[in-house]
Protein backbone atom coordinates (compact mmCIF):
# COMPACT_ATOMS: atom_id res chain seq x y z
CA UNK A 1 0.00 0.00 0.00
CA UNK A 2 1.53 3.81 -1.12
CA UNK A 3 -0.12 6.40 0.11
CA UNK A 4 0.79 10.15 -0.51
CA UNK A 5 0.50 12.99 2.57
CA UNK A 6 0.24 16.46 0.99
CA UNK A 7 0.46 19.71 3.19
CA UNK A 8 2.05 23.02 3.21
CA UNK A 9 3.79 22.30 6.28
CA UNK A 10 4.83 19.80 9.37
CA UNK A 11 0.98 19.59 10.42
CA UNK A 12 0.02 16.69 8.03
CA UNK A 13 2.49 14.82 10.04
CA UNK A 14 -0.22 14.15 12.80
CA UNK A 15 -2.27 12.48 10.52
CA UNK A 16 0.91 10.17 9.34
CA UNK A 17 1.47 9.40 13.10
CA UNK A 18 -2.06 7.78 12.80
CA UNK A 19 -1.46 6.36 9.54
CA UNK A 20 1.74 4.69 10.74
CA UNK A 21 -0.49 2.91 13.91
CA UNK A 22 -3.69 2.32 11.80
CA UNK A 23 -1.65 0.67 8.21
CA UNK A 24 1.55 -0.08 9.69
CA UNK A 25 2.73 -2.03 6.48
CA UNK A 26 1.70 1.27 4.36
CA UNK A 27 4.51 3.17 2.08
CA UNK A 28 3.94 6.45 3.22
CA UNK A 29 5.43 9.19 1.01
CA UNK A 30 4.80 12.90 2.11
CA UNK A 31 5.27 16.31 0.39
CA UNK A 32 5.63 19.45 2.32
CA UNK A 33 5.28 22.87 -0.13
CA UNK A 34 7.14 24.78 2.83
CA UNK A 35 8.32 26.88 -0.41
CA UNK A 36 5.10 28.80 0.46
CA UNK A 37 4.09 28.22 3.76
CA UNK A 38 1.88 29.15 5.15
CA UNK A 39 -0.85 28.60 3.16
CA UNK A 40 -3.44 31.07 4.87
CA UNK A 41 -1.75 33.99 3.75
CA UNK A 42 -1.95 33.21 -0.04
CA UNK A 43 -4.26 34.09 -2.76
CA UNK A 44 -6.84 31.14 -3.64
CA UNK A 45 -6.15 31.21 -7.42
CA UNK A 46 -2.57 30.49 -6.61
CA UNK A 47 -2.60 27.92 -4.58
CA UNK A 48 -5.26 26.38 -6.46
CA UNK A 49 -3.34 26.29 -9.16
CA UNK A 50 0.00 25.56 -7.49
CA UNK A 51 -1.71 22.38 -5.69
CA UNK A 52 -3.15 21.04 -8.66
CA UNK A 53 0.79 20.81 -10.27
CA UNK A 54 2.65 19.63 -6.96
CA UNK A 55 -0.20 16.74 -6.52
CA UNK A 56 -0.20 15.78 -10.21
CA UNK A 57 3.92 15.83 -10.53
CA UNK A 58 4.06 13.71 -7.11
CA UNK A 59 1.22 11.40 -8.32
CA UNK A 60 3.19 11.03 -11.60
CA UNK A 61 6.29 10.28 -9.61
CA UNK A 62 5.28 8.34 -6.73
CA UNK A 63 2.69 6.27 -8.14
CA UNK A 64 0.40 6.49 -4.36
CA UNK A 65 -2.81 4.19 -3.96
CA UNK A 66 -4.02 6.97 -2.03
CA UNK A 67 -3.77 10.44 -1.64
CA UNK A 68 -4.30 12.50 1.95
CA UNK A 69 -4.38 16.07 1.58
CA UNK A 70 -3.85 16.77 5.22
CA UNK A 71 -3.86 20.59 4.82
CA UNK A 72 -7.42 22.27 5.53
CA UNK A 73 -6.36 24.88 3.40
CA UNK A 74 -5.51 22.74 0.12
CA UNK A 75 -8.48 20.09 1.10
CA UNK A 76 -11.53 22.92 1.09
CA UNK A 77 -9.59 24.98 -2.05
CA UNK A 78 -8.88 21.90 -4.19
CA UNK A 79 -10.14 18.68 -3.27
CA UNK A 80 -12.54 18.67 -5.56
CA UNK A 81 -10.38 19.65 -8.57
CA UNK A 82 -8.06 17.19 -7.77
CA UNK A 83 -10.51 14.41 -7.44
CA UNK A 84 -12.12 15.40 -10.81
CA UNK A 85 -8.18 15.24 -12.61
CA UNK A 86 -7.23 12.06 -10.86
CA UNK A 87 -8.80 8.39 -10.76
CA UNK A 88 -7.50 7.80 -7.55
CA UNK A 89 -9.14 7.74 -3.90
CA UNK A 90 -8.50 11.28 -1.82
CA UNK A 91 -9.42 11.98 1.66
CA UNK A 92 -9.38 15.13 2.85
CA UNK A 93 -9.33 17.31 5.91
CA UNK A 94 -12.05 20.07 6.72
CA UNK A 95 -12.61 21.54 10.17
CA UNK A 96 -14.62 19.54 12.40
CA UNK A 97 -17.58 20.83 12.49
CA UNK A 98 -20.19 18.18 12.82
CA UNK A 99 -18.24 16.10 15.27
CA UNK A 100 -18.02 20.17 17.64
CA UNK A 101 -21.91 19.92 16.52
CA UNK A 102 -22.47 16.15 17.52
CA UNK A 103 -20.41 16.81 21.16
CA UNK A 104 -21.59 20.19 22.87
CA UNK A 105 -23.78 20.22 25.52
CA UNK A 106 -23.93 23.91 25.46
CA UNK A 107 -25.05 25.04 21.86
CA UNK A 108 -21.58 27.10 21.14
CA UNK A 109 -18.74 25.68 19.33
CA UNK A 110 -15.30 27.38 18.99
CA UNK A 111 -12.95 26.93 15.91
CA UNK A 112 -9.19 27.77 15.63
CA UNK A 113 -8.03 28.04 12.41
CA UNK A 114 -6.14 30.62 9.77
CA UNK A 115 -7.89 33.10 8.69
CA UNK A 116 -8.21 32.13 5.22
CA UNK A 117 -10.16 29.19 6.33
CA UNK A 118 -12.58 31.17 8.14
CA UNK A 119 -13.45 33.47 5.15
CA UNK A 120 -13.90 30.75 2.53
CA UNK A 121 -17.98 29.94 1.85
CA UNK A 122 -16.69 26.24 2.46
CA UNK A 123 -16.89 26.32 6.32
CA UNK A 124 -20.39 28.33 5.70
CA UNK A 125 -21.46 25.97 4.00
CA UNK A 126 -20.50 22.67 6.69
CA UNK A 127 -22.04 24.94 9.71
CA UNK A 128 -25.27 25.14 7.22
CA UNK A 129 -25.07 21.67 6.75
CA UNK A 130 -24.17 20.12 10.11
CA UNK A 131 -24.74 22.61 12.53
CA UNK A 132 -27.51 25.06 11.87
CA UNK A 133 -28.56 24.72 15.55
CA UNK A 134 -25.19 25.62 16.91
CA UNK A 135 -23.62 29.25 17.69
CA UNK A 136 -19.92 28.91 16.07
CA UNK A 137 -17.29 31.45 17.14
CA UNK A 138 -14.23 31.14 15.57
CA UNK A 139 -10.62 32.86 15.41
CA UNK A 140 -8.31 33.59 12.91
CA UNK A 141 -4.95 32.29 14.56
CA UNK A 142 -2.23 33.92 12.56
CA UNK A 143 0.74 32.63 14.72
CA UNK A 144 -0.33 29.28 15.93
CA UNK A 145 1.00 27.42 12.99
CA UNK A 146 4.22 28.94 13.52
CA UNK A 147 4.25 27.88 17.21
CA UNK A 148 3.46 24.65 16.21
CA UNK A 149 6.58 24.23 13.91
CA UNK A 150 8.62 25.39 16.81
CA UNK A 151 6.96 22.72 19.13
CA UNK A 152 7.64 19.90 16.34
CA UNK A 153 11.19 20.89 16.79
CA UNK A 154 11.12 20.75 20.20
CA UNK A 155 11.87 24.31 20.74
CA UNK A 156 10.58 26.32 23.51
CA UNK A 157 6.95 27.50 22.61
CA UNK A 158 5.99 30.41 25.03
CA UNK A 159 2.83 29.53 26.71
CA UNK A 160 1.61 33.48 26.42
CA UNK A 161 1.79 33.24 22.48
CA UNK A 162 -0.81 30.63 23.05
CA UNK A 163 -2.74 31.97 25.53
CA UNK A 164 -2.78 35.12 23.73
CA UNK A 165 -4.26 33.36 20.53
CA UNK A 166 -6.87 31.24 22.86
CA UNK A 167 -8.24 34.39 24.35
CA UNK A 168 -9.18 35.45 20.53
CA UNK A 169 -11.35 32.92 21.00
CA UNK A 170 -12.51 32.92 24.25
CA UNK A 171 -12.95 36.20 25.00
CA UNK A 172 -14.78 37.01 21.93
CA UNK A 173 -19.06 37.70 22.71
CA UNK A 174 -20.43 34.25 23.73
CA UNK A 175 -17.36 32.51 24.57
CA UNK A 176 -17.38 31.28 27.61
CA UNK A 177 -20.17 29.30 26.96
CA UNK A 178 -17.89 27.32 24.68
CA UNK A 179 -17.69 23.65 25.71
CA UNK A 180 -15.86 22.16 22.47
CA UNK A 181 -12.98 23.08 20.26
CA UNK A 182 -12.29 22.02 16.46
CA UNK A 183 -8.90 22.72 15.51
CA UNK A 184 -9.35 23.77 11.77
CA UNK A 185 -5.33 23.65 11.02
CA UNK A 186 -3.37 20.08 11.40
CA UNK A 187 -0.38 22.04 12.28
CA UNK A 188 -2.46 22.52 16.05
CA UNK A 189 -2.10 18.91 16.57
CA UNK A 190 1.31 19.45 17.86
CA UNK A 191 -0.12 21.96 19.82
CA UNK A 192 -3.38 20.00 21.66
CA UNK A 193 -1.48 19.46 24.66
CA UNK A 194 -0.89 22.75 25.43
CA UNK A 195 -4.46 23.42 24.48
CA UNK A 196 -5.40 21.12 27.15
CA UNK A 197 -3.43 22.20 29.87
CA UNK A 198 -4.13 25.95 29.27
CA UNK A 199 -7.70 25.53 28.59
CA UNK A 200 -10.76 26.21 31.07
CA UNK A 201 -11.72 22.90 32.84
CA UNK A 202 -14.18 20.90 30.95
CA UNK A 203 -13.35 21.98 27.59
CA UNK A 204 -12.92 19.30 25.08
CA UNK A 205 -10.46 19.80 22.15
CA UNK A 206 -11.20 17.99 18.57
CA UNK A 207 -8.28 17.14 16.57
CA UNK A 208 -9.19 15.30 13.23
CA UNK A 209 -5.99 13.67 12.82
CA UNK A 210 -7.42 10.41 13.56
CA UNK A 211 -10.15 10.48 11.92
CA UNK A 212 -8.66 11.14 9.24
CA UNK A 213 -6.51 8.31 9.38
CA UNK A 214 -9.53 6.42 9.92
CA UNK A 215 -10.98 7.38 6.54
CA UNK A 216 -8.08 7.06 4.72
CA UNK A 217 -7.72 3.32 6.87
CA UNK A 218 -10.83 2.41 5.08
CA UNK A 219 -10.35 3.32 1.69
CA UNK A 220 -7.38 1.22 1.77
CA UNK A 221 -9.11 -1.77 2.85
CA UNK A 222 -11.51 -1.65 0.29
CA UNK A 223 -8.73 -1.11 -2.50
CA UNK A 224 -7.41 -4.44 -1.39
CA UNK A 225 -3.82 -3.77 -1.22
CA UNK A 226 -3.25 -3.39 2.28
CA UNK A 227 -1.52 -6.96 2.58
CA UNK A 228 0.00 -6.49 -0.52
CA UNK A 229 3.59 -8.45 -0.37
CA UNK A 230 6.97 -7.28 -0.34
CA UNK A 231 9.54 -5.12 1.49
CA UNK A 232 8.53 -2.35 4.12
CA UNK A 233 9.47 0.86 3.47
CA UNK A 234 8.82 3.92 5.48
CA UNK A 235 8.60 6.06 2.39
CA UNK A 236 10.56 9.49 2.01
CA UNK A 237 9.55 13.15 3.47
CA UNK A 238 9.54 15.76 0.18
CA UNK A 239 9.86 19.42 0.97
CA UNK A 240 9.44 22.31 -1.89
CA UNK A 241 12.13 24.01 0.29
CA UNK A 242 14.49 23.03 2.14
CA UNK A 243 14.14 24.70 5.84
CA UNK A 244 17.18 26.48 7.17
CA UNK A 245 17.05 24.76 10.34
CA UNK A 246 16.87 21.53 9.23
CA UNK A 247 18.85 19.74 11.86
CA UNK A 248 15.96 20.86 14.71
CA UNK A 249 13.56 19.55 11.76
CA UNK A 250 15.54 15.90 11.75
CA UNK A 251 14.84 14.25 15.14
CA UNK A 252 11.30 14.70 14.30
CA UNK A 253 11.08 13.42 11.10
CA UNK A 254 12.57 10.17 13.05
CA UNK A 255 9.72 10.06 14.92
CA UNK A 256 7.48 10.06 12.15
CA UNK A 257 9.45 7.19 10.17
CA UNK A 258 11.40 9.36 8.27
CA UNK A 259 14.87 8.85 7.90
CA UNK A 260 15.99 11.93 5.34
CA UNK A 261 14.04 14.98 3.87
CA UNK A 262 14.09 15.30 0.20
CA UNK A 263 14.02 18.33 -2.33
CA UNK A 264 11.35 17.74 -4.31
CA UNK A 265 12.46 18.72 -7.34
CA UNK A 266 9.31 18.63 -9.47
CA UNK A 267 9.46 17.18 -13.58
CA UNK A 268 13.63 16.81 -12.67
CA UNK A 269 14.31 14.48 -10.00
CA UNK A 270 17.21 12.55 -10.90
CA UNK A 271 19.48 13.58 -7.96
CA UNK A 272 17.35 14.22 -5.43
CA UNK A 273 18.11 11.30 -3.34
CA UNK A 274 21.89 12.74 -3.66
CA UNK A 275 21.33 15.74 -1.87
CA UNK A 276 18.90 14.84 0.80
CA UNK A 277 19.75 15.53 4.40
CA UNK A 278 19.49 13.29 7.08
Known sequence: MRILAF?????????VRCLRTDLPGARIDYLADTAVFPYGEQADDFLVTRILTLVGQAIAR??????VIACNTASTLALD?????HRLP????VPPIKWAADLT???TIGLLATRATLTRPYLSNLRNRFAPGCTL???GARNLADLSELAFRGRPVPERAIRMEMDGLFLQPGGDAI??????CTHYTFLLDRFQRLGRPGLRWIDPAQAVSRQATRLAHNLGTVAAKGPYQPGHAFFTALPQDMGALLPGLRHMGYDA???FMGEDHQNAQDTCIR
Open 105 to 107: QSG
Open 179 to 184: DVVGLG
Open 7 to 15: DSGIGGLGI
Open 62 to 67: LRPDLV
Open 81 to 85: ALRAR
Open 90 to 93: FVGC
Open 137 to 139: ITY
Open 261 to 263: AYP
